[in-house]
């Protein structure tokens, strides 16, 4: 009797283990309004210490970056939802948060922005093409103390995590910190065309006062990237009355973005003129999300000596967070099953960049419409 009490206390400590291994390595909850039970935070990567071969700081750059004096930050007046564009409450399950875009908020003083707009006339000599966007700059982190400080600051980061609604971090690859876009030569060009972005978080800012330009304008589809997809399949492009375009009231001005759920461009100009955008990635530390980066669009872009240990460091970062999250919360139990799987999904990231890393194939760009 006594051992049959004891069989059933046991089975039922089993179950309930069970139960919360389950919990520990199921998809997050469906709702944004009651916190997982078992969220750690991941602690985020550092910034590498050294630069890759290839990539200095400018010789010449005197300004240091100051948040009391370079920033002046806003708030949004509004937010717009995953849920206002189209996407079901099934698919935002997948994300840490419902955010897709905001209006735009302000982030720097003026002072802010005459040091930004300096820098990036200096970085101007790193330019580089691709087929999304004729005129970009890359790796400004590694080539700028001042970018580099900015987009890394902690008061901003916290500023956009509260807007967010989830705890961010500048993202753990510095080629998705202060990526750069000018206006292209070639006038018939778009300065970037229709695409989601290839990491989960970003602001777009506006290095330049965009307000007087004629073109030039940033503008994102009022619906889901699939059916935006879709339509451009066959159409030139997006119905003129699905597409938004926010005022940025002047330069400094940024929007903050889930930028892989909103499909955005920004068109060409009329006439020559500036036009300099910084756009600075950010990454979820709630690191139980899938992680939405698309490699190989970063493959077709980036230098693989940096892009490569990038990759590798990211995603081991990501694994070693999940690891040390089922280290803290692994319960007792006998369900081998769930325990292999608790395992090899902390160390899927690492895995999939692994089979990343060793494909050779060449990959493009992934954009909509020409
Ligand atoms: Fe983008």
């Known amino acids: 009797m006594q051992k049959q009490h004891l069989e059933t206390v046991t089975e039922k400590i089993t179950e309930q283990a069970s139960t919360e291994l389950l919990e520990l390595i199921a998809l997050p909850p469906d709702t944004h309004n009651i916190a997982p039970k078992s969220v750690v935070f991941a602690e985020p990567i550092c910034f590498p210490q050294c630069s890759p071969p290839g990539y200095e700081y400018l010789p010449d750059e005197v300004i240091i970056y100051n948040p009391q004096r370079h920033l002046a930050l806003e708030k949004p007046t509004t937010i717009y939802r995953l849920g206002d564009l189209g996407y079901e409450e099934s ?54 103390k001042f970018v580099r400080d900015l987009c890394l600051c902690p008061v901003v980061t916290e500023f956009l995590s509260e807007i967010a609604g989830t705890p961010l971090a500048p993202h753990s690859m510095p080629l998705m910190l202060g990526h750069f876009n000018f206006a292209p030569q070639d006038l018939t060009q778009a300065v970037d065309k229709w695409h989601t972005d290839t990491i989960a978080f970003d602001y777009v800012l506006m290095v330049t006062d965009p307000s007087q330009l004629l073109g030039g304008k940033f503008q994102y589809f009022n619906g889901t990237k699939e059916e935006g997809a879709e339509i451009l399949k066959y159409a030139e492009d997006l119905p003129e009355d699905r597409i938004i375009t926010p005022v940025f009231p002047g330069a400094g001005y940024a929007v903050l973005q889930q930028g892989n759920m909103v499909m955005h461009r920004a068109t060409g100009l009329m006439y020559p003129a500036e036009r300099i955008t910084m756009v600075n990635g950010y990454v979820s530390l709630d690191v139980n999300f899938p992680d939405q980066s698309r490699f190989a669009d970063m493959k077709a872009v980036d230098e693989h000596h940096v892009l490569f240990p990038e990759w590798a460091r990211y995603k081991a970062w990501r694994s070693r967070s999940q690891l040390d999250a089922m280290i803290q919360e692994l319960p007792f139990t006998n369900d081998r099953t769930a325990l292999c799987a608790a395992l090899r999904s902390a160390i899927a990231d690492v895995e999939a960049a692994i089979a990343d890393i060793e494909q050779t194939d060449e990959s493009k760009m992934l954009y909509y419409g020409s």
Request: with cysteine.
């Open 91 to 144: 698919i935002i399950a997948k994300f840490p948060t419902n955010l897709a875009i905001t209006s735009p908020i302000r982030l720097l003083s003026e002072s802010g922005v005459a040091a930004l707009y300096e820098v990036s006339l200096a970085l101007q000599r790193y330019r580089q093409g691709c087929e999304r966007i004729p005129n970009m700059v890359r790796g400004a982190v590694y080539r700028s």
